[in-house]
């Protein structure tokens, strides 16, 4: 099969793009988006959207200049409307995870191109090989159902709805691609060293379980995720109800009050799931919030004397009463 | 910590045993369940528990005699009462999976065990190792959320209950206390080679990943199968409930039908284990069940035109009529 039908059967069956409506493809010079620019390119008649560029300078290392230069070449070519930024603070990143940042930053860029194009749907060319890297990488460093459900082919984040029309693709289907059509794209020489976690798991670990494993190893990976992602899904709208069923916010927003007896009354995989919703309404996320801390925080319903306490990290109080436990931000 | 008090504090937590129970050990002579059946010796009183020590002699290698004698023999040191049975026709099998028969016909002996000793308990010497093992061969082979929850503490089996009291103890903990407390035990050899896919996951794979992707992996895939349990069993409690709302079963429980509407307005999530369930209670089992028959048969009901059939594995036949989805078991 011609891959830009495949692409258009993908985008359609899992409705990622509205007719009429404008999509920002997000292009770092490599490989993958260099393919989906040419690929979005082919259908946009056919899907009837219209195209955005956008390219984030990370500014981390020498090409990043020649990345953006080559982006906007292709642009240009396409005659596709452009857009682009760069980092100018990198360097000045002392602590704390610089890939992390880096998404931050690109994800506020994402943010600004959208409003001034009037949209708010971001394709990104992650593949099924992507896919499998992040679950895996996420299962090393210890996840939950949230984390191994990976990557959606459609999800909203802060307002912006990100689609990655080729996840279902392998890498290799892109580089025949690639071959086949002559295109030109920049390669991150960074990808090709075992230094970041990402890489080591891309051209070590997978390579090897491949081999000595399980040949099918990405394939089941995203079928484990796929599979995953349903489940999960169905335990969020669950929980939603329940928390607005049981959840008393305070009015500056800084406390989340249930009364103890509807908590126990809850299953335990939802107890923890509004635990956790609790906590990320309040702080934004729940980083660093192990299955420790929620034994712990169980434990404490349970067996806690009045007015015992539980810290987690990012300042969270869980606090027992007689009749109420209460989940405080601290800041 | 004592190593029997950390266990009577997880078998209590966990409510793996009731006071007054016979409880079976299944030994089978290495280091592991050696060592379950000293530390329950230890415990009996304490925990008012009977002891009875049950071991099958698989048949699969030279030393098995031995192995069976030496069990014997610990029963009889203990003056812990024993039964044991071996597997004749080992040597006939010529296909189908070794492995999966030897736990079959294991099973049949730990049934019989049961019956006459008037109990259903049986404890079994599988570690935190033996947890992590699991589930990161379920991943390695593909597997969804119900592979890897992995192995639970407490488990209710073709009437059956199997209880883990080992679940929260790493392998070192056991060899240390054998050292400490000079017991002797048998290896099995073909533990050491990696020939066997489990063996050459816990002898070459985990320690890999373990020296260079995560020092934690035992762990962190221990808690992630914990965490899963969780959310799974909030699932099926869910399924239940649908199943017993909605599934009509035919008369010679070979056929079970489902309003097309009522399964529309399903979850996808619930879906897809009411379709699980069904199979389940027809065959028996969901063996060779991949995501992608699942889909086929979301495919067929979304889609599919009057009497349009799926053929799975197992003979089952899922066919659509006007009103109906109809699972069939033809045997």
Redesign the interface.
């Known amino acids: 099969m011609i891959l830009s039908d495949k692409i258009k059967g993908y985008i359609l069956s899992n409705g990622l793009i509205t007719p009429g409506e404008k999509v920002i493809i997000g292009v770092s010079g490599g490989p993958d988006s260099i393919t989906l620019a040419h690929i979005l390119f082919k259908l946009q008649y056919d899907l009837d959207i219209q195209l955005h560029i956008a390219h984030f300078n990370h500014n981390l290392r020498k090409g990043s200049k020649a990345d953006q230069k080559f982006v906007e070449e292709l642009a240009v070519k396409l005659n596709i409307p452009f857009s682009t930024d760069s980092w100018e603070n990198a360097d000045a990143i002392k602590k704390g995870s610089i890939e992390e940042l880096a998404r931050d930053q690109r994800l506020v860029f994402f943010k600004k191109v959208a409003k001034q194009q009037g949209t708010r749907t971001i394709a990104l060319a992650h593949t099924e090989d992507d896919l499998a890297e992040t679950v895996l990488m996420r ?7 949230n984390g ?1 459900r990976g990557m959606l082919p459609k999800r909203k984040v802060n307002g912006l709805t990100f689609i990655r029309p080729f996840l279902g693709l392998s890498r290799k289907e892109i580089e025949s691609y690639i071959n086949k059509n002559k295109l030109l794209f920049k390669i991150d020489p960074t990808n090709n060293q075992s230094i970041f ?1 990402r890489n ?2 891309r051209l ?2 997978l390579p ?2 491949e081999k ?3 040949p ?2 990405k394939h ?2 995203s ?2 995720s ?3 992602s ?6 969020e ?2 929980t939603e109800k329940a928390f607005k069923k049981h959840a008393q916010i305070s009015k500056n927003n800084n406390c989340i009050k249930f009364e103890l007896d509807e908590l126990q009354k809850q ?4 107890k ?1 799931m509004l635990l956790r919703s609790s906590i990320e309404y309040l702080k934004g996320n729940t980083n660093r919030l ?2 420790k801390h929620m034994q712990e925080i169980e434990e404490l319903i349970l067996k806690g004397p009045n007015k015992a306490i539980v810290n987690l990290p990012g300042n969270i109080i869980i606090q027992k009463s007689q009749k109420l436990l209460s989940i405080e931000h601290n800041t």
């Open positions: 299962i090393l460093r210890g996840a939950g159902l191994i976690y080591k798991i070590n670990l090897l379980i000595q494993y399980s099918n190893i089941l990976l079928n484990l796929k599979n995953i349903a489940d999960f899904d169905y335990l709208i669950q299953h335990t995989a939802i923890r192990t299955l």
